[in-house]
């Protein structure tokens, strides 16, 4: 086998770190022990995902022109939702828990590699040898659908649950004794448009040889006459690769194919699920008619979990702490308050669909930019809607309708009312907590910055840096800048906003008092005093002091008193 030579494409890998397990089952499991710590509580998840843009005070003063650069930021907005919770979760499970069979140090295991092996020379393999051939052995592996409509935030919310782990692991030495093994935590690859199994399959291969700069897409890819071979052959590397999860986005181009080819991906499911490797398939509505031709396939990729996506509903908790964290990003000149109007008008033309809302924000900044206005208006939005997101008009016409018939002329945005009814009715309490969650981080970053505020006006006042201005002074000014900064601006970035503007003006007092004219003092001559003390040999400080022109600190203190 040779490899690839090095390239700028080639994954790297992070070495095991083992940590000690909480839960006994994945207590001495290399492959589970190596991974990153289970996230325990729902606001850690929160934390995860959360991730709104920031845009300081200095860049809204830029021109137009540079601000709509500004606003492609919005983009990486994400909320965290109920949705987000349950996609986390299934994901960690469906790791964890396919790797308790997979366990390298199980005698157990390395007998199931020996007959995966020996299955792999055959020169044709159905479901019925491998079922036959691994029978008595545990298997741990399952799948799960996340569906629902295009532009709700599947893709999205899959990669970034993926991201929490590394995608490879190596290992060498566990507890001291040798252990050479390669662990791709994920794969994620997406369906052929075509629809083509073979196609899809060549995917896996290929991603495969990037991450570790093999050729085996050369050698099994295109070299093996049969696709129940190619599909032998991308199993036992999915295995040999210990691979905790397959997942495969856009599933509902594989409703295009002919019945024999939903069949072989009925034997790919049954052959990853008997050696332990789940696989996530994410879909449109569309990837129904492909799973419910076949009950057998139909049981097999819901085992492990199953999400429906849809458009978030006007009112909801979701929509409405959506639209509000969404609206805080502002790059025009002044804020538009969020009445009713506003909110009415916004869900009108995105219909909940949550990357159309996001767009639809993004766009509507840059067309009051575009028209020199310093302010979005519900006209704006419609005018925004209508020219910028003329191509999604026609299935927001169908989703506004809330006609059956309608909605399902666009495939990509049908979705199982059914479906999303019960998962809104298992999601009104965490939703909630959800909400609650996030109003306490908030509220959480307004003391710690009110905390900062403080230390920060104190350490000033301190320093003595700043001898032009007043205590006075200095609060007004730190108190300006923070009132005029997002709440999640980083600490540091902060202070040196606070201490760029105190120095300006500290800067603007000293010039005011060089140009001020200076007023003699009557009855004297310092000039005179200065070289009568140095005449004498004498400091001009304590002449000056004894002529009375610099009076004892600590007197006046007491008469102060």
Request: aromatic letters at 8%.
């Amino acid at each position: 086998m040779t490899r690839m030579k090095p390239n700028e494409d080639l994954q790297l890998y992070e070495m095991a770190v083992y940590k000690k397990q909480k839960i006994s089952d994945y207590d001495g499991n290399p492959l589970i022990e190596a991974l990153p710590p289970i996230l325990e509580s729902e606001d850690e998840v929160i934390d995860a995902f959360y991730n709104f843009p920031f845009i300081s005070d200095e860049e809204k003063r830029l021109s137009p022109r540079l601000k709509s650069h500004l606003l492609w930021r919005v983009k990486s907005f994400l909320q965290p939702l109920p949705a987000h919770i349950r996609l986390e979760s299934i994901v960690s499970t469906l790791i964890r828990n396919s790797y308790k069979s997979r366990n390298p140090l199980d005698a157990q295991y390395k007998r199931k590699m020996q007959v995966l092996n020996q299955i792999k020379n055959l020169n044709e393999c159905t479901v019925k040898d491998v079922e036959t051939a691994y029978q008595g052995f545990s298997t741990t592996g399952e799948c799960a659908i996340i569906n629902g409509v295009s532009g709700a935030g599947k893709t999205t919310a899959m990669n970034r649950t993926l991201h929490l782990y590394p995608q490879m692991i190596r290992h060498e030495f566990y507890q001291g004794k040798p252990l050479t093994r390669t662990q791709i935590v994920w794969l994620k690859v997406d369906c052929p448009f075509d629809g083509n199994f073979a196609t899809l399959c060549r995917s896996v291969f290929k991603e495969i040889d990037r991450l570790t700069g093999e050729r085996w897409l050369e050698k099994y890819g295109y070299l093996t006459r049969s696709n129940s071979t190619m599909v032998m052959h991308l199993t036992t590397l999915l295995t040999n690769y210990n691979v905790g999860v397959l997942v495969i986005d856009e599933i509902q181009h594989l409703s295009k194919l002919k019945n024999e080819a939903v069949d072989m991906l009925d034997f790919f499911v049954t052959l990853t699920n008997m050696f332990s490797v789940p696989i996530i398939f994410i879909g449109t509505s569309k990837a129904r008619s492909l799973f419910q031709t076949n009950f057998r396939l139909a049981r097999r990729v819901q085992s492990g979990g199953y999400i429906e996506m849809g458009p978030l509903k006007k009112g909801s908790v979701e929509w409405d702490t959506l639209l509000e964290s969404l609206w805080e990003f502002n790059v025009l000149d002044e804020e538009t308050e969020l009445d009713e109007k506003m909110r009415e008008v916004f869900f009108d033309e995105c219909q909940g669909v949550i990357s159309i809302a996001v767009m639809l924000f993004m766009c509507s900044q840059s067309r009051t930019l575009l028209n020199q206005m310093k302010k979005l208006t519900p006209a704006i939005i419609k005018e925004t809607a209508v020219n910028d997101l003329k191509f999604t008009q026609p299935m927001i016409t169908a989703l506004r309708s809330g006609n059956p018939l309608k909605i399902a002329e666009f495939d990509d945005i049908r979705i199982d009312e059914e479906d999303v009814w019960k998962n809104l009715q298992h999601d009104i309490d965490m939703e909630e907590r959800v909400n609650d969650a996030i109003s306490e981080k908030k509220r959480d970053m307004k003391e710690r910055r009110h905390n900062s505020q403080d230390s920060l006006y104190f350490s000033i006042c301190a320093s003595n840096l700043f001898p032009n201005l007043g205590q006075s002074e200095i609060r007004k000014i730190l108190d300006t800048v923070i009132e005029s900064c997002e709440i999640s601006i980083p600490e540091d970035e902060l202070k040196m906003l606070v201490m760029e503007r105190i120095f300006a003006e500290n800067q603007k007092k000293q010039q005011k008092k060089k140009t001020e004219r200076v007023v003699p003092i009557k009855n004297s001559n310092l000039l005179t005093i200065y070289d009568e003390a140095i005449s004498k040999k004498e400091h001009p400080y304590d002449m000056l002091k004894r002529k009375g022109y610099i009076k004892n600190p600590f007197e006046e203190f007491r008469k102060a008193e």
